[in-house]
């Protein structure tokens, strides 16, 4: 790709079989990363996916969406805020009873929970852990002891 050409120009100049084939290998890879989700009624029958285990290919994109310099500048400046008071609020106990409130109706975040209480029950045994974030699902940090 030239210096100056944008990837979407890039993109647009391929052959439809490497569009093809680009799609293809992409999909595969969000399946084999779990980047997948659930399909809707409206793709996938219900009486042709009776235990809702079908996944298909989460939307990803092929090039870059253009986002606007302000709004950049303006979470850069928020960022250090932001995750001081998300890694404290994943650090509070207020946690614990919201997430008993909902288990009896979502067996993924009640067996999630389980894990975590065993594993504080035991005791940690590493000074830095990875914390998956119950409440969505995919996304993990890291955490350790903070200054506040």
Not at 79 to 87: C, F, R, S, V
Not at 104 to 126: I, P, R, T
Request: glycine share 4%; net charge neutral.
């Amino acid at each position: 790709m030239a210096a100056n050409q944008s990837p979407q120009n890039y993109i647009d100049q391929l052959p439809n079989v490497q569009i093809q084939q680009l799609v293809s290998e992409i999909k595969d890879w969000t399946i084999a990363n779990g980047l997948a989700v659930r399909p809707p009624p409206a793709l996938v029958a219900v009486e042709n996916n009776p235990n809702g285990i079908l996944a298909v290919p989460a939307p990803v994109t092929l090039v870059p969406s253009p986002f606007p310099r302000a709004c950049f500048d303006e979470a850069i400046a928020v960022q250090t805020d932001y995750n001081k008071l998300y890694a404290h609020a994943a650090l509070e106990s207020w946690l614990g009873p919201i997430i008993e409130s909902i288990r009896d109706v979502d067996e993924f975040v009640a067996k999630l929970w389980d894990v975590h209480l065993a594993v504080k029950s035991a005791g940690y045994k590493q000074v830095c852990l990875l914390r998956v974030k119950i409440l969505a699902k995919y996304r993990g940090h890291f955490s350790w002891p903070l200054p506040f």
